[in-house]
């Protein structure tokens, strides 16, 4: 783990472990950043559904490969990424959950529930696999000194 | 807190009573098997009281929609019952909520049932 004021990150195995790890660390910090009780079940939900991306369909479980997950807080904003070192992602084959012919699927909506829960969801190739970049934006008292220059 | 499942017999319906969390791993698996196996013994009315259940993810709506297709193509019914807040919302945003029989009753589920 590393670990600045503002950002922590953490490099993860591929196991199941790491999805409850890291939905356990996204609820622990969105907590201490004060963000209400839906929107921490929604940053953690959109982690977790990442994770599962992560673990399962970019590293397949592979021992050798790692899953890096990092928070960062800004003045406006959560940012999480979240990245593995798959094979990457072809979000046109993605079919749209919502589409009736898609509703009986049994998989498919964790992209949609990332994108349902978060205010930014940007999804990118990178040099080792796909990352995932998650934004919340930060509301109340809390958002930058906001409320304060109000 | 892992997913936990305990059933009973009202009136010839299968109530499941699951409490946890249906999620990728364990509490999935849990689910699919207890359906499957009351399946395979015949029980083909079975409902979900999910009045326990604080959290699913994508793979446990998944197990749900599963559950819901595999007990149907064995032409049986499977209900859900007593939705959290949180899980009723997940219902609604993925549009599942229209394609389950969803009761906030026990009684009214049992009855409901051809």
């Known amino acids: 783990m590393a670990m600045t004021e503002q950002r922590v990150s953490y490099t993860l195995d591929s196991s199941l472990e790491t999805i409850d790890s890291a939905e356990e660390k ?7 950043l004060g963000f209400a009780d839906d929107e921490i079940m929604q940053i953690s939900m959109a982690v977790r559904e990442a994770a599962v991306n992560a673990v399962l369909h970019g590293n397949a479980y592979a021992p050798d490969k790692k899953v890096t997950l990092a928070f960062e807080r800004t003045a406006t904003d959560l940012i999480i990424t979240i990245k593995d070192q ?45 990352g995932l970049k998650l934004i919340k934006h930060v509301h109340g008292p809390t958002a930058g000194g906001k409320e304060a220059s109000q | ?55 699913i993810d994508s793979s446990g709506i998944g197990e749900l929609v599963s559950a819901f297709t595999t007990t149907k193509n064995q032409g049986g019914e499977l209900k859900l019952l ?30 409901s049932f051809k």
């Open chain 2, 1 to 55: 807190m892992s997913m936990k499942v305990a059933t009973r017999q009202v009136d010839g319906v299968t109530i499941v009573d699951c409490s946890g969390r249906i999620t990728l791993g364990e509490g999935s698996v849990i689910l699919r098997d207890t359906v499957r196996d009351l399946l395979s013994k015949g029980n083909k009315k079975i409902v979900l009281n999910l009045n326990d259940v604080n959290y």
């Open chain 1, 86 to 130: 798959g094979k990457g992602m072809d979000l046109s084959r993605i079919p749209n959950p919502l589409a009736p012919e898609n509703l009986l699927k049994t998989s498919g909506r964790g992209i949609f529930l990332m994108r349902s829960f978060m205010d930014v969801v940007e999804i990118r190739p990178t040099e080792t696999g796909t």
């Open chain 1, 26 to 32: 996204a609820t622990r910090i969105a907590t201490e």
């Open chain 2, 82 to 111: 007593n939705l959290t807040k949180k899980v009723n919302d997940l219902l609604q945003i993925t549009k599942l909520y229209t394609v389950f029989d969803v009761k906030d009753d026990e009684a009214s589920a049992v009855k």
